[in-house]
C-alpha cells in the first residue's frame, strides 16, 4: 500500500534535524506508543516503520539520494506527492503513523476504503478492530481540523460518514457517540455557513433553514432552554449572526411558524412584517402587523402600535395610542424633538424604524424617509380606501412570564449581554429565560394586534390625513434616542408551605417534595417511553409537560415511524436534589439509569443496545395549579 507521506513526516523530523535529534525522537515516539486501544500487531508494526525511517535517515549518502528525490519531485510540473510504499503486514502501523503526523483527512479515507469489499479484512479480525479504531479517531481528527479551517459543512459531511461507517461495523459506541455530540455542536456552524452563501445557491439555504429550524426545535423555541450545547448567552449571539443573512420573507415564515408557542417569534413576525411593509409599500402587511401587535395585549406596546396607525394613515389612533402608552421619559424626549403632537410622533416613528425595524434584513436597504412612504402611490390608495376605527383599549396584560415591556421610549444604543434568570424576578414560567433582557439585548419587543374592520372615508379626507403628516414631517429634527424609560417587573408572590399528600399525578402540591417531583419526572419517563416504543401513554401527556416537549417527543416518535422504528427505552431514577423552589419554577439535579435499544418493523434490535449513566437538570414550571416538565439539560 502506497502512503501519501515521507519519512520526514513519518518520524516527525525536518530534514534540517541532525543525527542525534533525529535518535533521539524515534526513542521518543517508540516510547510514547498511542493508548486508544490498539492491538500489539499494529503497535509493533508502527514501531518498526518508525526505525525504517530512522536507519534510512541516519545513513548520510541514503539520506541525501532521498532528499534530492523529494526536491525533484516538488520541482516538477506534474502535481505529485511524495509516498511511502508499506507492506500490506504493516499499513495498519502505517496509518497510525499518519494519523500521528496531523494528515487525518488522508488517514480516514484511507482506513475507509480498506474497510469496503473485495479488500475489507476477516470480521472479527484485529485487523478489523484496528481499522475500525483507526477510522473513528481519524474522523474526530479530520473533522476538527476542517471545523478550525472554518468549512463546517465539510467538517459535518465527515463526521456522518464516519457515523455511518461505524454504525455499518456495530463497534465503538464510545465514539459513536462522541461523532454524534460532535455533529451536533457543529449545528450552529453548519447553520451560518450555509445560509451565508449568495441568494441563488438555494439548495444549501434550504438545508440551513432546515437546520436552523431543528435547531429551533430542539431548544424548545426561541425563549427553550432545551438545547444543552448552546446557552442563553450563546444562543443569542449566535441568533443575532444568523438575522443578517436571512431576507426578510424567510423571517416572517419562519417567525410565523414558530410565532404559535414563541412571544419573541410572534413579535419578529410583527417587525418583519411592518418592514417589508414600509419598505416595500405595501400597508396592507404593516395592517397584518398592527394586528398581532395589539392580539398579543402586550402592556407598554402603544407607542409601538401608534407608529403602525401613522403608516397605516391613522392619525387620530395613533396620537391617542401615543398619548395612552408614552413612559414620561419617551413625553419628555418627544417634547425636545417639537412642540407639535403629530410632529412628535413623526419623530419617534422615525427613529424606531431606523432603529428596532428596517435593519437586520439580508435583502432589505431602506431609509426611514415618511415622506417618500407617504408619497407613493399605493401607499396614498391603501390610505384612501380604509378607515380609522376607533383607538384601541389600553389593557393592563403581561407577557405569559409575568414581566411587564415598557416599549414606551426609544431604546439605548448599548446593547448588554443577555443573562438567564429565576424566579424571583419574573420568570413565572419557569425556563430560565427573561424577556425583558432578550428585549432589551436584541431590541425586540414583543407580539401583536386585531385587524380593524374597513369602513368608507372619503378621498379628499384620506388626502388631508396624509397631508397633515407630510408637513408634520418636515418640521420634524432627527431625533437623538434618550435613554430607555424603566420597566417593571412583578414580584411573585411566595405562597406560605403547608403540609402536601403524598405524591399524585398531576401534581398539584403548592410546594411539592423532592419524592413528588421525582413521581412527576418518573410519570413522564414512563409516558415517554410508552410513547416511542409505539404505545399509548396510560397518562395524558398534557398533565405531565408543556407543549414544547410534547412537540419535541412527537417529533421524535414520527422520525422513528418514518424508518419504520421502534425503541425500548428504560430509566431508573437514583437521586432527585432540588437545587431551586419558587412559587411556580422548580429546578431539580437528578441522577439516572438509562438504557435504550432501537428495533425494527419485526422488532428485532437494531446496532448496540446504549446503557449510560446521567446526570441532567429538569425544569418545572407552575400553571393552572399543575406542576409540569418545561425542559431539561446535562447538569454540570
Not at 406560605?496 to 413528588?516: D, I, K, N
Request: charge should be negative.
Amino acid at each position: 500500500m502506497e502512503l501519501p507521506i515521507d519519512h520526514f513526516r513519518l518520524l516527525g523530523v525536518s530534514p534540517t534535524t541532525d543525527l542525534q535529534a533525529l535518535l533521539h525522537t524515534l526513542q521518543q515516539r517508540i516510547d510514547r506508543a498511542p493508548d486508544q486501544g490498539f492491538t500489539q500487531d499494529t503497535l509493533l508494526a508502527r514501531e518498526e516503520l518508525l526505525r525504517a525511517s530512522a536507519d534510512l535517515l541516519s545513513d548520510a549518502s541514503r539520506r541525501q539520494a532521498y532528499e534530492s528525490d523529494l526536491t525533484a519531485l516538488a520541482g516538477s510540473e506534474q502535481s505529485v506527492m511524495p509516498a511511502l510504499d508499506v507492506p500490506t503486514s504493516k499499513d495498519v502501523g502505517g496509518l497510525l503513523l499518519m494519523l500521528e503526523a496531523g494528515q487525518a483527512f488522508d488517514c480516514f479515507e484511507i482506513a475507509c476504503r480498506a474497510l469496503q469489499p473485495p479488500q475489507a479484512p476477516a470480521l472479527g479480525s484485529t485487523r478489523e478492530a484496528d481499522l475500525t479504531l483507526l477510522a473513528g479517531l481519524a474522523c474526530l481528527a479530520a473533522a476538527a481540523d476542517l471545523h478550525q479551517q472554518r468549512h463546517y459543512e465539510a467538517a459535518a459531511q465527515t463526521l456522518q460518514r464516519g457515523q455511518q461507517l461505524l454504525q455499518r461495523m456495530g463497534q465503538l459506541p464510545a465514539i459513536r457517540q462522541q461523532l454524534s455530540d460532535e455533529l451536533d455542536n457543529l449545528r450552529p456552524y453548519r447553520v451560518l455557513d450555509l445560509l451565508s452563501r449568495n441568494l441563488t445557491a438555494q439548495t444549501e439555504r434550504a438545508e440551513g433553514l432546515a437546520l436552523l429550524e431543528a435547531l429551533v426545535a430542539r431548544r424548545g423555541g426561541l425563549e427553550g432552554f432545551g438545547d444543552p450545547s448552546m446557552g442563553p448567552e450563546e444562543f443569542q449571539a449566535f441568533f443575532k449572526q444568523i438575522r443578517a443573512f436571512l431576507t426578510v420573507q424567510e423571517q416572517v415564515d419562519l417567525f410565523s411558524r414558530w410565532a404559535p408557542t414563541s412571544a419573541a417569534a410572534d413579535f419578529l413576525t410583527s417587525t418583519a412584517l411592518t418592514a417589508s411593509g414600509f419598505a416595500q409599500r405595501k400597508p396592507e402587511r404593516i395592517a397584518a402587523a398592527r394586528q398581532r401587535l395589539e392580539a398579543s395585549g402586550q402592556e407598554g406596546v402603544q407607542p409601538l402600535l401608534a407608529c403602525q396607525h401613522l403608516l397605516l394613515g391613522q392619525v387620530k389612533q395613533a396620537r391617542a395610542a401615543f398619548e395612552q402608552g408614552a413612559t414620561p421619559d419617551l413625553k419628555r424626549w418627544a417634547d425636545q424633538q417639537s412642540p407639535d403632537p403629530l410632529a412628535q410622533l413623526c419623530a419617534y416613528c422615525r427613529d424606531w424604524l431606523a432603529r428596532d425595524v428596517l435593519p437586520g434584513y439580508r435583502d432589505l436597504e431602506a431609509d426611514p424617509d415618511l415622506e417618500a412612504y407617504f408619497a407613493d402611490r399605493d401607499v396614498q390608495t391603501y390610505v384612501e380606501q380604509h378607515d380609522r376605527p376607533p383607538a384601541p383599549a389600553v389593557t393592563d396584560s403581561t407577557l405569559p412570564w409575568g414581566v411587564a415591556v415598557d416599549a414606551g421610549s426609544p431604546a439605548d444604543t448599548t446593547t448588554q449581554p443577555l443573562t438567564p434568570v429565576n424566579n424571583d424576578d419574573g420568570d413565572v414560567d419557569g425556563d430560565g429565560w427573561n424577556p425583558a433582557a432578550w428585549l432589551e439585548t436584541m431590541r425586540f419587543n414583543w407580539r401583536w394586534p386585531q385587524l380593524e374592520r374597513p369602513s368608507r372615508r372619503t378621498a379628499t379626507a384620506a388626502a388631508v390625513g396624509a397631508g397633515v403628516v407630510l408637513v408634520a414631517l418636515a418640521s420634524v429634527m432627527r431625533p437623538r434616542p434618550p435613554a430607555p424609560g424603566p420597566g417593571r417587573t412583578p414580584i411573585p408572590v411566595q405562597p406560605t408551605p403547608t403540609p402536601v399528600p403524598p405524591a399524585t399525578v398531576p401534581l398539584r402540591a403548592e410546594t411539592p417534595s423532592e419524592e413528588q417531583v421525582q413521581a412527576l419526572l418518573e410519570a413522564w419517563l414512563d409516558a415517554k417511553a410508552s410513547i416511542l416504543a409505539g404505545k399509548n401513554s396510560r397518562i395524558p401527556l398534557e398533565m405531565l409537560a408543556r407543549p414544547t416537549q410534547l412537540s419535541r417527543l412527537e417529533a421524535e416518535r414520527a422520525a422513528d415511524q418514518a424508518r419504520g422504528e421502534t425503541q425500548t427505552i428504560s430509566t431508573a431514577i437514583t437521586s432527585v436534589v432540588i437545587d431551586e423552589q419558587s412559587a411556580n419554577r422548580i429546578a431539580a439535579t437528578v441522577n439516572l439509569r438509562y438504557a435504550d435499544q432501537r428495533l425494527n418493523a419485526k422488532g428485532d434490535p437494531q446496532g448496540e443496545p446504549t446503557k449510560l449513566a446521567l446526570r441532567n437538570r429538569y425544569v418545572f414550571g407552575r400553571d393552572g395549579g399543575i406542576w409540569r416538565l418545561v425542559s431539561f439539560q446535562k447538569a454540570p
